[in-house]
């Protein structure tokens, strides 16, 4: 039975680079379902492909084969990789930190070694540039039409030997949360925070009351003001700020009807510190 291939990339869609991956795969086998996740990553940054993927493999069904391809480092000796959720799915990519928050919020199961050289697109050998295509796309295709297995695409590798992106950890002191800006809602602008819900849960707010929030941009603050956290956008006034709960259980923030990130100029990565905690009555009910 075949399965799904999902692409993932930064090459965007201004030339031929993802009709190419496509048609490695439909060459492979013409009933192959092929989708895309996106080809919009800002070029080079893995931490957003990561999130990208976490955002995404959970919610497709087990077996379907996941290509993710944002490889600054394509042609030097960073490795290739197979990988195996706990929850069953595939991903094939760089190992390059691409796989860090599938690792650190899914788990992974198994992890083989793709040896570029025995595993490489007929006749484009001598190309070092293209991997997403020559050995990404043609290995996930293959694997999501059973034309082999996962244990037949190369030897074992320890799971602790995988390269990780540095992540902080949220902390709560003092009835306060710090936690870091992940990622954007990158159409609409809002904050995907690393903050769980059930992290933000200690602190007793419920949906309704307020909550201050403070963003620092190491070591410059950016913004404080007193949020409402809100079950839905619709529970505030367009441009009014809140803090909600994102589709991975993670606190964001965003204005309703307006972009949070371009209104204040914030950006994401570790550098990026969030703060919340709940408001002080007498600050927001008088």
Same mark, same amino acid.
């Given at each position: 039975?075949?399965?799904?291939?999902?692409? &993932?990339?930064?090459?965007?869609?201004?030339?031929?680079?993802?009709?190419?991956?496509?048609?490695?795969?439909?060459?492979?086998?013409?009933?192959?379902?092929?989708?895309?996740?996106?080809?919009?990553?800002?070029?080079?940054?893995?931490?957003?492909?990561?999130?990208?993927?976490?955002?995404?493999?959970?919610? =497709?069904?087990?077996?379907?084969?996941?290509?993710?391809?944002?490889?600054? %480092?394509? %042609?030097?000796?960073?490795?290739?990789?197979?990988?195996?959720?706990?929850?069953?799915?595939?991903?094939?990519?760089?190992?390059?930190?691409?796989?860090?928050?599938?690792?650190?919020?899914?788990?992974?199961?198994?992890?083989?070694?793709?040896?570029?050289?025995?595993?490489?697109?007929?006749?484009?050998?001598?190309?070092?540039? #293209?991997?997403?295509?020559?050995?990404?796309?043609?290995?996930?295709?293959?694997?999501?039409?059973?034309?082999?297995? #996962?244990?037949?695409?190369?030897?074992?590798?320890?799971?602790?030997?995988?390269?990780?992106?540095?992540?902080?950890?949220?902390?709560?002191?003092?009835?306060?949360? *710090?936690?870091?800006?992940?990622?954007?809602?990158?159409? #609409?602008?809002?904050? =995907?925070?690393?903050?769980?819900?059930?992290?933000?849960?200690?602190?007793?707010?419920?949906?309704?009351?307020?909550? *201050?929030?403070?963003? &620092? /941009?190491?070591?410059?603050?950016?913004?404080?003001?007193?949020?409402? $956290?809100?079950?839905? $956008?619709?529970?505030?006034?367009?441009?009014?700020?809140?803090?909600?709960?994102?589709?991975?259980?993670?606190?964001?923030?965003?204005?309703?009807?307006?972009?949070?990130? /371009?209104?204040? /100029?914030?950006?994401?990565?570790?550098?990026?510190?969030?703060?919340?905690?709940?408001?002080?009555?007498?600050?927001?009910?008088?």
């Amino acid at each position: 039975m075949n399965h799904a291939i999902v692409f &993932q990339s930064d090459f965007g869609l201004c030339d031929g680079a993802v009709a190419a991956m496509h048609g490695v795969a439909f060459s492979e086998d013409s009933n192959l379902k092929i989708f895309d996740l996106t080809h919009e990553i800002p070029p080079y940054d893995i931490w957003e492909a990561s999130y990208r993927l976490i955002q995404t493999v959970e919610y =497709w069904p087990e077996g379907t084969v996941f290509v993710s391809v944002v490889d600054p %480092g394509v %042609g030097s000796h960073r490795r290739s990789i197979a990988i195996k959720t706990k929850s069953n799915r595939y991903i094939i990519t760089p190992d390059n930190g691409t796989i860090t928050h599938v690792k650190l919020m899914t788990g992974i199961e198994e992890v083989r070694l793709i040896q570029e050289s025995s595993s490489h697109l007929p006749h484009s050998e001598l190309s070092y540039t #293209f991997h997403g295509r020559d050995v990404y796309a043609y290995v996930g295709a293959r694997l999501a039409s059973t034309h082999i297995t #996962f244990e037949e695409i190369g030897d074992l590798l320890e799971v602790d030997s995988l390269e990780l992106l540095p992540v902080i950890a949220p902390v709560l002191e003092e009835k306060e949360i *710090e936690g870091t800006i992940d990622v954007l809602d990158v159409r #609409f602008g809002s904050l =995907w925070t690393n903050i769980p819900y059930d992290l933000f849960k200690s602190l007793g707010v419920q949906r309704g009351e307020k909550v *201050e929030v403070t963003i &620092q /941009n190491d070591p410059r603050f950016v913004y404080q003001n007193i949020v409402t $956290f809100a079950k839905s $956008f619709a529970d505030v006034h367009a441009g009014e700020s809140l803090v909600y709960i994102n589709s991975l259980q993670n606190m964001a923030v965003a204005i309703n009807q307006g972009s949070f990130a /371009n209104a204040y /100029n914030i950006g994401t990565g570790t550098s990026w510190k969030i703060k919340i905690k709940k408001a002080p009555r007498m600050i927001y009910e008088n």
